[in-house]
């Protein structure tokens, strides 16, 4: 699911230039027929990621339990549980995994590289805050995901403990939907 958003804050990022940079082109760039292929493709991201990270997971011999002590059920709290070395395994997905969160990472800033250059030579006053109204919750929400998702997956093991663990995954859960249902209900 952490893929399909991120692609799919991606695309809201490509969105918001579009209707920024070319707004006389918007309709046939993003009409119904774009927004289904862009919808299917963050779907198809999903669930190819998930599957990779699912047969690589499910893959590895479990013998130390398998009760979880998290909030959900999230990867690296199943490779604890693991009997074998998983250092190559965990390698290549977060090789995989990186490679295509920087990918979109790139993709938003370069579409917010390309809305301020133009914001920026909006002679108004009016103009450029209301452009900047409509971009800065979907920014703030950009954030957030990275921020939580770093903190998540790439801290280092001597400040981790379970306890912090499940405090930044409920804080993900719910302020970061929180969060995404705002920007998405325009408000």
Known sequence: MITAEYYILTVMAYDRYVAICQPLHYGTLLGSRACVHMAAAAWGIGFLTALLHTANTFSLPLC????????????????KLSCSHTYLREVGLLVVSLSLGFGFFILIVLSYVQIFRAVLRIPSEQGRHKTFSMCLPHLAVVFLFVSTIIFTYL???????????????????????????KVIAGV
């Not at 801290?155 to 995404?180: C, E, G, N, Q, R």
């Open 155 to 181: 801290k280092p093991p001597s400040i981790s403990s379970p306890s912090l663990d499940v405090v930044v995954t409920v804080l993900y859960a719910l302020v970061h939907k929180w969060a995404v249902h």
């Open 64 to 79: 130390k339990g398998n009760a979880v002590d998290q909030f959900f059920c999230e990867i690296p709290q199943i490779l």
